[in-house]
């Protein structure tokens, strides 16, 4: 049974950073995207990033490039998101997905199919 579980999640200030974690299971992150998205309080779900680690291939919103990066270890099945310079408009929920077909990436969620909980980040001062 694919599982995708984030955590990491958190208080921090502005300015400051956070890694989250996306612990993935029952797929190959050699041929699966797993993609960050985050909604805020009365806004719509934004892709955040996504990696295929098979390839290498990531890509990024224009609001969090040159701040957030992501990354994967395929020996851990995990997907990381490291954020820095946050800002409170980061402030969300944040889930990590896995894409429903092979090779596929991107940031539109309606290409991803399984889902995780979802971790709370709150940049404030």
């Known amino acids: 049974q694919v599982q995708l579980v984030e955590s990491g999640g958190g208080l921090v200030q502005p300015g400051g950073s956070l890694r989250l974690s996306c612990a993935t299971s029952a797929f190959s992150l050699d041929y699966y995207a797993v993609g960050w998205f985050r909604q805020a309080p009365g806004k719509e779900r934004e892709g955040v990033s996504s990696i295929m680690a098979g390839t290498g291939f990531t890509s990024y919103a224009d609001s969090v490039k040159g701040r957030f990066a992501i990354s994967a270890d395929r020996a851990k099945s995990t997907v990381y998101l490291q954020m820095n310079s946050l800002k409170p408009e980061d402030t969300a929920v944040y889930y990590c997905?896995?894409?429903?077909?092979?090779?596929?990436?991107?940031?539109?969620?309606?290409?991803?199919?399984?889902w995780g909980q979802g971790t709370q980040v709150t940049v404030s001062s």
């Open positions: 997905a896995k894409s429903a077909a092979e090779w596929e990436y991107g940031l539109d969620g309606r290409n991803f199919d399984s």
